[in-house]
């Protein structure tokens, strides 16, 4: 069998922990970080086995946790049943990236209270929307600079054979949205959410990795419910970190929060936004 034609093949399920250990083993050896990266896989046989633990409640199929420099990565094998070989290469990779910038200090300097509360000072619940939206425009960020890490090193293809794994239509989004629409605060949230995965499928394109013009036609096919303006907008704060690739992480988080702010948190003309919720 040729390694293109395994690689997109569906992994047995008895194959799963070694080709992850194989995996590992390979992604490590081509990095080098200091700390080193130490990684220890732990796989659960059923979707209930990997959500006992309240951690791993929230998490889909892969989750990560650091204790000290060390990572333990939990993975839910019942999620893996149809997964291809560089899906699974794909996902193990980038979530092994995410590790490497959880060891590294520039990751946790930009403080939300001095760096980005000044931008739009609010009050009462706004404050907690606001740091929500935030969260999400990091997540975004740190997988966006996590998948340019993995087309450096070459790693390219199999984060598109993962994202093609990954997108799933959620059948209440577009729903969700359409209420969403009118009050601009949530419909950020919103778009912010869905910015946590077309970050990475933006660069994949921008960097013509293989077929990555197929996969950003296919979200864009499971989110065709998205205003043009909303699509552009996800364009643009996809399109910032690229523009300042010599600034650091916060700065690049800053630049993406004053745009979003500009188009969509603060008051339009015309339209009475209150920067109190309750």
């Given at each position: 069998m040729t390694e293109s034609k395994r690689n997109s093949q569906i992994i047995l399920q008895e194959e799963i922990q070694s080709y992850s250990q194989h995996v590992m083993d390979e992604?490590?050896?081509?990095?080098?970080?200091?700390?080193?990266?130490?990684?220890?896989?732990?796989?659960?046989?059923?979707?209930?086995?990997?959500?006992?633990?309240?951690?791993?409640?929230?998490?889909?199929?892969?989750?990560?946790?650091?204790?000290?420099?060390?990572?333990?990565?939990?993975?839910?094998?019942?999620?893996?049943?149809?997964?291809?070989?560089?899906?699974?290469?794909?996902?193990?990779?980038?979530?092994?990236?995410?590790?490497?910038?959880?060891?590294?200090?520039?990751?946790?300097?930009?403080?939300?209270?001095?760096?980005?509360?000044?931008?739009?000072?609010?009050?009462?619940?706004?404050?907690?929307?606001?740091?929500?939206v935030v969260e999400?425009?990091?997540?975004?960020?740190?997988?966006?600079?996590?998948?340019?890490?993995?087309?450096?090193?070459?790693?390219?293809?199999?984060?598109?054979?993962?994202?093609?794994?990954?997108?799933?239509?959620?059948?209440?989004?577009?729903?969700?949205?359409?209420?969403?629409?009118?009050?601009?605060w949530t419909r950020a949230l919103f778009v912010c959410r869905k910015l946590i995965e077309f970050m990475s499928i933006f660069l994949l394109e921008n960097r013509n990795v293989d077929f990555c013009k197929d996969l950003k036609s296919c979200w864009l096919k499971y989110n065709d419910y998205l205003l043009p303006e909303d699509l552009n907008l996800l364009e643009t704060l996809a399109s910032l970190p690229d523009q300042q690739d010599s600034s650091p992480y916060p700065a690049k988080l800053v630049e993406m929060f004053k745009h979003l702010k500009i188009q969509l948190l603060a008051a339009r003309v015309g339209v009475n936004t209150s920067t109190t919720l309750h």
């Open positions: 992604f490590i050896k081509k990095t080098v970080v200091y700390p080193p990266l130490v990684i220890e896989l732990i796989f659960y046989p059923t979707h209930g086995a990997f959500k006992d633990d309240p951690k791993r409640s929230y998490a889909g199929t892969i989750l990560s946790e650091r204790q000290e420099d060390r990572f333990s990565i939990h993975l839910c094998k019942a999620c893996l049943k149809d997964i291809t070989h560089l899906a699974l290469q794909g996902m193990l990779e980038r979530e092994m990236a995410l590790c490497i910038q959880k060891l590294q200090s520039e990751f946790y300097c930009c403080n939300f209270k001095r760096e980005l509360f000044p931008i739009m000072p609010v009050t009462g619940l706004a404050e907690n929307h606001m740091r929500e999400n425009l990091e997540c975004a960020l740190k997988n966006y600079l996590a998948t340019q890490m993995l087309i450096e090193m070459g790693l390219g293809l199999p984060q598109v054979y993962f994202y093609f794994f990954k997108i799933n239509a959620d059948i209440a989004d577009p729903e969700n949205y359409q209420v969403a629409i009118p009050h601009h």
